[in-house]
Nanobody
Framework: QVQLVESGGGLVQAGGSLRLSCAAS??????????IGWFRQAPGKVREGVSC????????HYSDSVKGRFTMYRDNTKNTVYLQMDGLKPEDTAVYYC????????????WGQGTQVTVSS
């Protein structure tokens, strides 16, 4: 049974930092065979992509809204992907989800339950 478990969310003041973790278990293959993405959804808004790691090109993409403030990295030995969020803004408030897809697939097949991030002004 595949599980992606996010943690690390919470309440922080604007300008602060949080590090989200996404622990993966039960994946059919080693974690490096999967592209991992971070997404977020704010109340009343559609879900948006925040960052994703392109395993083939070995580059990480970031949305314009977080570029320069968020950093995604992974530790394959721990089957964990992290999202370091610095310079947080109130508009970053959302539920954050991690998701995984096999690198040759286009759709994310596995999703975590989400972790709430709230940034106060």
């Amino acid at each position: 049974q595949v599980q992606l478990v996010e943690s690390g969310g919470g309440l922080v003041q604007a300008g602060g930092s949080l590090r989200l973790s996404c622990a993966a278990s039960g994946l059919p293959l080693d974690l490096h065979y999967y592209a991992i993405g971070w997404f977020r959804q704010a109340p009343g808004k559609v879900r948006e992509g925040v960052s994703c790691f392109n395993s083939a090109a070995k580059i990480t993409h970031y949305s314009d809204s977080v570029k320069g403030r968020f950093t995604m990295y992974r530790d394959n030995t721990k089957n964990t992907v992290y999202l370091q969020m610095d310079g947080l803004k109130p508009e970053d408030t959302a539920v954050y989800y991690c998701a995984a897809r096999y690198i040759y697939d286009t759709a994310y097949a596995y999703w975590g339950q989400g972790t709430q991030v709230t940034v106060s002004s």
